[in-house]
């Protein structure tokens, strides 16, 4: 498939981000926008599978919330389970006084990015593949535009380039945009024990009794194991009378590095080690991995991009900066903002990010002029809808990042005898669980975990 020779809106990457701003553009009548993609072909593995109630109103604004929901199931709580018993910590019922969509849905990424993928055909947008970026640069005819140069050598000359290529993004480094933790990069291993985790869809023997509605955290000693039940028939291979589990937790630094997919025996220690086997105690039958559809590993950590929209440097200022004078560049999803999975926050996140971008996308090419420009303030009047969004979303993600280490924190406290000033005995896991247990008898509490979890409040 040929590349055009310049178009309005390039967007680099086809993964959910990419594909709902496409989506999202063509609802505002903007058509002349190219999608690439390096890779011949969309993910086939689930990895993200949690899709909150803000993010299904974003998938509402284009169109295909409804193909979506039916692929999808309905989780209307979740719940921490110890040895201590069973503490409901959210409640998604409440959320009804604020959304049509009261609820979590599970539905594995893949999916999602199938359904993503045949609305965006069905309405003339054409993805192109394989097509991976080399470089991106400044116009020598016109520096407001944007040369985007391909691996093939092909050129496409672009108004504003959308980076939605991941982490690692290319439109970012080429756009010298700084990318770290925004607290700084955590060294104590101690203090982070989620560093390394491991993701896996399985098929279980004597699968444990919970809720298929719930998302279920079983917490042991210094870990957490999820368990959340997967809809329909997520892998052509497993049988569609087989439910598919998703299981993830973290590995510690004496286990070593996880392998690249771990298999069945290696999860298997796992369930044993912390998961649910742990928690349901002696005498509950064995619950044993009984086959491996997909599994993976990962090292976790937060980095954020020091801005999401920013021109490529034409040169460098006195002060030794770079002299941001060329074309847009706009950073979305994970080329903007990564953090650990805890609360299934990061792909919900970038695909608010897209359909929140496409009217400032709009606005933006309504009042920027087809030539060069001349001064700074009409430069800074032109960018003035994309600087907001970028600000309005940065802080948006720090949040995200936010709360999502304190989740991480809170849930892997330690489940053994500490000290306080030297003398006063405590347990922190015996507090947290204890402290939960009380307040979690109240609905208003659960509501406003929901709340928090749902992005209604952060959209």
């Not at 298929?212 to 009378?241: C, F, K, M, R, W």
Request: some cysteine; overall charge neutral.
């Amino acid at each position: 498939m040929s590349l055009p020779q310049s178009v309005d809106i390039l967007i680099v990457g086809a993964g959910p981000t990419g594909l709902c701003l496409a989506l999202a553009l063509q609802k505002h009548n903007c058509t002349n926008v190219l999608v690439v993609d390096g890779a011949e072909q969309g993910e086939n593995t689930s990895r993200a599978v949690a899709v909150h109630a803000a993010t299904i109103e974003a998938f509402d604004t284009i169109g295909c919330a409804e193909d979506i929901l039916q692929a999808a199931r309905k989780i209307t709580a979740t719940a921490m389970r110890s040895r201590r018993g069973r503490i409901e910590t959210a409640t998604f019922g409440p959320l009804a006084k604020h959304t049509k969509f009261p609820f979590m849905i599970a539905i594995p990424q893949h999916i999602t990015e199938e359904i993503l993928g045949k609305a965006v055909q069905d309405r003339n947008i054409r993805v192109h593949r394989p097509h991976r970026v080399a470089r991106v640069q400044p116009s020598a005819e016109n520096p407001s535009l944007t040369d985007v140069i391909f691996e093939d050598g092909h050129v496409v000359r672009a108004r504003v380039v959308v980076g939605a290529d991941g982490s690692h993004s290319t439109i970012r480094e080429n756009a010298k945009i700084g990318w770290a933790d925004p607290d700084g990069e955590p060294t104590d291993e101690k203090d982070n024990r989620l560093m390394q985790m491991i993701i896996a869809d399985v098929v279980l023997e004597n699968p444990p009794d919970w809720p298929l509605e719930n998302i279920n955290l079983a917490v042991s000693t210094d870990n957490i194991v999820l368990l959340v039940a997967l809809p329909g028939q997520p892998y052509p291979h497993i049988s569609a009378e087989q439910l598919v589990y998703r299981i993830a937790t973290g590995i510690p630094v004496s286990w070593g590095a996880p392998p690249h997919a771990p298999d069945s025996e290696y999860l298997q220690k796992i369930l044993d080690a912390w998961g649910p086997n742990v928690v349901l105690g002696p005498g509950s039958p064995r619950i044993v991995v009984k086959q491996t559809a997909w599994s993976s590993r990962f090292r976790t950590r937060s980095s954020i991009a020091d801005t999401f929209f920013a021109r490529l440097p034409t040169g460098t200022g006195q002060d030794g900066q770079p002299l941001r004078e060329g074309g847009p560049v706009v950073l979305i999803g994970d080329a903007a903002h990564i953090h650990p999975p805890m609360g299934g926050q990061g792909m919900n996140l970038g695909i608010r990010d897209s359909v929140k971008l496409a009217p400032a996308l709009v606005e933006f090419l309504r009042t920027a002029p087809a030539g060069p420009i001349a001064t700074r303030a009409q430069r800074e009047l032109v960018d003035a809808p994309l600087q907001q969004w970028a600000e309005q979303r940065r802080g948006r993600a720090l949040t995200v990042i936010r709360f999502v280490k304190q989740l991480g924190k809170s849930m892997t406290l330690p489940n053994e005898r500490r000290w306080l000033l030297g003398v006063i005995p405590y347990n922190p896991a015996w507090l947290r669980d204890t402290f939960l247990g009380f307040m979690c008898r109240f609905t208003w509490w659960r509501a406003h975990a929901a709340w928090q979890i749902s992005g209604l409040g952060n959209p």
